[in-house]
Structures are given as structure tokens and as C-alpha cells.
């Protein structure tokens, strides 16, 4: 078992990858801790997920700011600021950021490891803070994570949210 690491970050110095249209701020990276980890991620509104399962990693999610709706099994929630939810390990979910402003949540896996796929399929951060033209198009992203997904324990299993 690998060592842990003490972290710690001031606001705006986590790394960052753009994939998803989206900015992923590592705060807590697999090397630093195989048991976590932690991302503060930012979306724009429209991005959303097809209905896909992780059969390696549960995950959580802690909404800081705007509006997501999410599927979680045969479940709908509606999230918003303060909105807590945890996927156990193998349940399908999807979801959708909905309004006009971007969401910002807290993302923790468990093991860490998921988090390697956005470096995958995404780009380096040039900096923190929603890609623009610089970001990779959905026809050349979307691609990447069919073929990458599947070593990451990630299986589409339908359609996702509709708009």
C-alpha cells in the first residue's frame, strides 16, 4: 500500500484538466491517497453524462453552486447548493447541469484512481478556469472516453438526462 501524503491547498493552486467541456481542480490526487480522491469541479450549464455505472469506485458529490438534476439508479433528484449525494460502487447514474450559471461541486471516488481518466481523455489546464475554444470539442472528447472508460471500470448503460 502506497504512503499517504499530507495536503493542503490554497484556493486556485490545485491542477487542473479541461475534459467534459468543464474544469477539474485536483485537490487530492491517487498518488497522494489511494483511498480518496478529490476534485473541485466546474460545469456549464447543458453538459451532462449518459446513464453509465463505475464498477471500481463509489462516488460523492457536494454542490457548492447552481443546479444539476441527477440520476441515481431508477431515482431523480434535483441538486443545488448544500446538496449532498454518495453513489455506492456499481449504481447507474447520470446527470445534467440545468440553468443559467455553471455548477461547482466537490467530487470524491473511492479508491482515488478514477480521477486519472479526465487526465486521459481531457487537456492540461492552461489555467483554472472553464475552456473556451482551447478545450477539446465533444466529436474528439466523447471518442476518448469509449475507448479509455473501460479500463477505468466505467460502462455506459443508456441515454443520459433529457435537455
Not at 454542490?63 to 439508479?73: F, I, K, P, S
Not at 446527470?95 to 443559467?100: E, K, L, S, T, V
Not at 489555467?127 to 472516453?145: F, Q, T
Request: negative net charge; aromatic residues 8%; charged residues 20%.
Amino acid at each position: 500500500m502506497q504512503q499517504e501524503q499530507l495536503v493542503m491547498h490554497r484556493p486556485g493552486t490545485g491542477r487542473g484538466t479541461w475534459a467534459m467541456q468543464s474544469l477539474f481542480e485536483h485537490l487530492l490526487e491517487p498518488e497522494q491517497s489511494g483511498r480518496l480522491g478529490v476534485a473541485l469541479v466546474t460545469q456549464p450549464p447543458g453538459v451532462a453524462t449518459p446513464l453509465h455505472r463505475h464498477d471500481k469506485e463509489a462516488e460523492a458529490f457536494y454542490v457548492l453552486e447552481g443546479r444539476l438534476d441527477y440520476q441515481a439508479g431508477e431515482e431523480l433528484f434535483e441538486l443545488y447548493e448544500g446538496c449532498f449525494i454518495h453513489l455506492p460502487t456499481g449504481l447507474p447514474h447520470a446527470f445534467r447541469i440545468r440553468g443559467d450559471t455553471p455548477a461547482r461541486f466537490l467530487a470524491l471516488t473511492a479508491p482515488a484512481g478514477l480521477l486519472h481518466l479526465y487526465d486521459e481523455v481531457g487537456l492540461p489546464a492552461s489555467e483554472l478556469r472553464l475552456p473556451g475554444e482551447d478545450g477539446l470539442a465533444p466529436e474528439v472528447e466523447i471518442p476518448k472516453w469509449m475507448e479509455v472508460g473501460p479500463r477505468y471500470g466505467l460502462t455506459v448503460v443508456g441515454p443520459g438526462i433529457p435537455e
